[in-house]
């Protein structure tokens, strides 16, 4: 696998349907991580798809060394997503981007809908 073609290459904004149960858990890591991010005195948002990027990742990963979910490699690399400042501002900004996209797509069709009723 080419990891530096992989890397190079924009975030992926998707739409994805989550079950309530992953998505209280993607919420609850969010949580997590944001306060332990601040109880170190690091100032990063943790958005809805770092919680989630950080889960699949961590999974990805446990698998990858034989399901052991608190292998120090596992760990390390979890962790340096986690502060990787640039990265996490990537992902945020795709997020924010899709709600705007998202906003705009609904007020424009308001909009439209709205001028046709006045014809």
Same mark, same amino acid.
């Given at each position: 696998?080419?990891?530096? #073609? ?11 349907? $989550?079950?309530?149960?992953? /998505?209280?858990?993607?919420? =609850? ?14 100032? *990063? /948002? %943790?958005?809805?798809? %770092?919680?989630?990027?950080?889960? =699949? ?5 446990? %698998? ?9 490699? *596992? ?5 340096? @997503? =986690?502060? /990787?400042?640039?990265? $996490?501002? &990537? +992902?945020? +900004? ?5 709600? @705007?996209?998202?906003?705009? &797509?609904?007020?424009? $069709?308001? +909009? &439209?809908? #709205? $001028?046709?009723?006045?014809?």
């Amino acid at each position: 696998m080419n990891w530096d #073609k992989i890397m190079k290459k924009k975030i992926v904004r998707k739409t994805v349907a $989550i079950h309530p149960i992953m /998505d209280y858990y993607v919420r =609850l890591v969010q949580s997590i991580l944001t306060q332990q991010l601040a109880a170190e005195g690091i100032d *990063v /948002d %943790v958005s809805y798809s %770092v919680a989630l990027n950080y889960m =699949l990742l961590w999974v990805i990963l446990a %698998v990858a060394h034989n399901g052991l979910m608190n292998n120090p490699e *596992v760990l390390e690399t979890l962790w340096d @997503f =986690l502060y /990787d400042k640039k990265t $996490i501002e &990537r +992902l945020n +900004l795709a997020e924010m981007e899709a709600r @705007f996209t998202e906003r705009i &797509r609904k007020i424009t $069709i308001t +909009l &439209r809908e #709205k $001028i046709k009723a006045e014809e």
